[in-house]
């Protein structure tokens, strides 16, 4: 059973940068595929970004594309959301979320093809 760990929420000003991190442990990270979700208060789960398990793929929602950058570090079981030009429509509570097998683009936007979530963790931007 895959365990994910998210950290690195917090508050930060419109137009600032903030890093999360999610760690996991339970299984064998690099055979993992991983995603990025958020999900504000009275709003859908919304897709943030993927990574596959080499890291040779990267896939962004379109609120978010060119601002953030997701990345992976298969030694240290850990998977990275750099945040940067943060508008206040990105406070959310971010949920990192892993899944074993191989999907196309369009379907790593989709909640329902992960297998693990993590708890999730705060980020509040300030307007």
């Known amino acids: 059973q895959v365990q994910l760990v998210e950290s690195g929420g917090g508050l930060v000003q419109a137009g600032g940068s903030l890093g999360l991190s999610c760690t996991a442990s339970?299984?064998?990270?690099?055979?993992?595929?991983m995603g990025w979700f958020r999900q504000a208060p009275g709003k859908e789960r919304e897709f943030v970004s993927h990574i596959s398990w080499s890291g040779s793929r990267t896939y962004y929602g379109d609120s978010v594309k060119g601002r953030f950058t997701i990345s992976r570090d298969n030694a240290k079981n850990t998977l990275y959301l750099r945040m940067n030009s943060l508008k206040p429509e990105d406070a959310a509570v971010y949920y990192c979320?892993?899944?074993?097998?191989?999907?196309?683009?369009?379907?790593?936007?989709?909640?329902?093809?992960?297998?693990?979530w993590g708890q999730g963790t705060q980020v509040t931007v300030s307007s």
């Open positions: 339970g299984g064998t990270f690099s055979d993992l595929s």
């Open positions: 979320a892993a899944t074993q097998k191989v999907y196309t683009r369009d379907a790593v936007a989709k909640s329902l093809i992960y297998d693990y």
